[in-house]
């Protein structure tokens, strides 16, 4: 018998993970701190109230990304977790019903039934548990919850997106400040949708434009309100 060979193929869903909360922070960063600094610039704030609000603004939202992070992420491994373990016992308990309900498995997908029976107890026989996880719960190990991780990439990126328009203030005059910022974090925003599309293998100009316009928006919207309020008061 001839032996197989081997295929190798390179994947992203390893990175889904961190990937998604990086992503995610450096892109709350960029916009939540850019917004924050035109909203107070466009208000009639001077310089040092900028500074001191951006910074406000970016440990804040670092602190903010991490806690939400860890919590939301937290919450989905425990009910892994928790599956995983029911599954652990089910399969002590009834493993010829565990059997059955994999071979169904198959069986749905287009396999016939006696296929369908031997590749599960093939399966099993190996790996119960990690067959039952991934194609009955669709829990895969590249894709499990890992909530430490994603709170220190949320943060870690939060800190690096929003460190970017508040450096901006302290190198452009302040007559230029708005519009030096809103440029600056719209051109951070491309390369962070272009790097992460990247990353994850998807389509390029599709990931650049969708962060950069809604950070576009997002900015235009607190100028405005910024005007109205420094207007008001």
Do not use: C
């Not at 892109?27 to 001077?46: C, E, P, R, Y």
């Not at 109230?49 to 603004?57: D, E, K, L, S, Y």
């Not at 016939?112 to 829990?139: F, N, P, S």
């Amino acid at each position: 018998m001839r032996a197989l060979s081997s295929h190798r193929e390179r994947h992203v869903t390893d990175r889904i993970g961190w990937l998604r909360a990086a992503v995610l922070g450096a892109n709350d960063g960029i916009v939540s701190t850019a917004s924050l600094i035109i909203g107070v610039a466009a208000a009639g704030g001077q310089v040092a109230a900028i500074v001191i609000a951006g910074t406000a603004g970016l440990v804040a939202g670092a602190m903010s990304m991490a806690a939400g992070e860890y919590v939301s992420v937290s919450a989905q491994a425990d009910t892994e977790t928790a599956e995983l373990a029911r599954e652990r016992r089910e399969l002590t308990d009834d493993p010829r019903g565990e059997l059955a309900e994999l071979a169904a498995l198959y069986a749905a997908r287009g396999v016939d039934d006696a296929t369908a029976e031997t590749v599960a107890a093939q399966l099993m026989a190996k790996d119960a548990l990690g067959a039952h996880a991934r194609d009955e719960l669709d829990i895969t190990p590249g894709a499990r919850a890992r909530p430490v991780q994603a709170a220190f990439a949320s943060a870690a990126s939060f800190t690096v997106g929003a460190a970017l328009p508040l450096l901006t203030v302290f190198v452009v005059p302040s007559t230029s400040l708005v519009r030096a910022v809103a440029a600056g974090s719209l051109l951070f925003l491309a390369v962070l949708g272009a790097v992460g599309a990247k990353t994850g293998a998807a389509v390029v100009w599709r990931g650049l434009v969708r962060v950069t316009f809604w950070g576009a928006f997002a900015m235009a919207v607190t100028a405005l309100i910024g005007r109205l309020i420094g207007g008001a008061v």
